[in-house]
């Protein structure tokens, strides 16, 4: 703060201009000439008004943070990514600031308005909605936007995602390869990109082993959790539907394995339970789970460089989309041995 406890009014005085100029100065520079910029700064340094470093922060006009924005952070695949970022951040001496949107277009926004206000260099993005006019919104804060598990065309900017479509075929793949008969579907709303290309995946995997699309079963929940994969355990126990089962995430493996188990089958015995995303849990249940591994580290790191290239290359950046491969890990739930 200013020395003797004077703001903002000792900074005017000093500089010659009017309060709102010196709030331009701090909050909207690109509102105020370069010369009267200069000029309010050396005031505020003169009187100490911010730090020293954050006082070179605002005449370079750049800052050392960065904003990471998912919708939420209980879920473990998010928080994987977050924990990549910061480590990613830290060696390069960028900061993060963590922001939950809860996939709220207007939470969204004031996460950005926010990122903005504090002269954040860019933000990561991790879009759940796939709407294109909600992404464009993002952009026009003029903030460089990374978007993550999520692809978008190179002329709309940078992205880095996993190939959701593979993910999908080789789980289907391994079920087919060691199972008899057809297979279920365990997969959240098909508004959810990625829940819609592992489906995709899912029937490539039948196509390619001669076998029609009515070989999958199909259950969709609201909520990919495992209390939700419980409840789906328990109808296909009832149901008698296929004991061959690919799950969209590690958290609906899980509880349909729980399920399956309270209506007594037991995998890999009686049944076949594939798993998305190879998250801790999925190792170190009682069951260790067969599962697609994606690289989420790689997801973040890929990301953040991304960002940073385009902040050190400017007007020269050429945006562009990586596109990360997924693999198959093979564990007790779905053993690599036919059944």
């Known amino acids: 703060m200013v020395k003797g406890g004077l703001g903002v009014a000792a900074v005017a005085r000093r500089a010659g201009v009017s309060t709102a100029t010196v709030s331009n100065v701090i909050n909207r520079p690109h509102l105020v000439s370069p010369e009267t910029t200069a000029r309010v700064l050396a005031a505020i340094e003169e009187l100490d008004f911010v730090p020293n470093r954050a006082a070179a922060t605002l005449r370079q006009g750049a800052n050392r943070l960065v904003g990471l924005v998912v919708p939420d952070i209980v879920n473990p695949f998010y928080a994987a990514i977050a924990n990549a970022v910061s480590d990613a951040a830290d060696r390069e001496q960028y900061m993060v600031a963590l922001c939950v949107s809860h996939d709220d277009p207007a939470r969204e926004r004031r996460h950005f308005d926010r990122l903005a206000e504090q002269r954040a260099v860019g933000a990561l993005v991790v879009p759940l909605n796939a709407d294109p006019s909600r992404l464009s919104q993002l952009r026009i804060v003029g903030a460089r936007l990374v978007l993550v598990d999520r692809v978008v065309a190179e002329d709309e900017g940078c992205s880095v995602a996993v190939d959701d479509v593979e993910g999908g075929r080789i789980a289907v793949e391994h079920l087919v390869r060691t199972t008899s008969g057809p297979v279920s579907l365990v997969n959240g709303h098909r508004s959810i990109p990625q829940c819609e290309n592992r489906r995709r995946g899912a029937f ?3 196509a390619r ?6 070989r999958l079963v199909e259950f969709e929940v609201d909520e990919m959790s495992v209390g939700e994969g419980r409840r789906i355990g328990l109808r296909i126990a009832e149901t008698g539907s296929p004991l061959s089962i690919f799950c969209t995430n590690d958290q609906l493996a899980v509880g349909v394995i729980r399920g399956l188990v309270d209506r007594g089958i037991t995998p890999p015995r009686d049944a076949r339970v594939v798993g ?12 260790p789970l067969t599962t697609v591994a994606q690289p989420k580290r790689r997801l973040g790191e ?4 991304k960002l940073l290239a385009e902040l050190s290359e ?9 596109i990360l491969t997924p693999s198959l890990v093979v564990r007790d739930s779905a ?3 036919p059944g």
Request: hydrophobic share 50%; net charge negative; charged share 10%.
């Open 302 to 305: 890929v990301a953040l460089g």
């Open 276 to 287: 998305y995303g190879d998250l801790d849990l999925a190792a170190g249940g009682a069951l």
């Open 204 to 206: 490539q995997a039948l």
């Open 314 to 322: 400017g007007s020269t950046h050429v945006h562009a989309a990586t």
């Open 209 to 214: 082993a001669g076998l029609g699309p009515d």
């Open 335 to 337: 053993p690599a041995v």
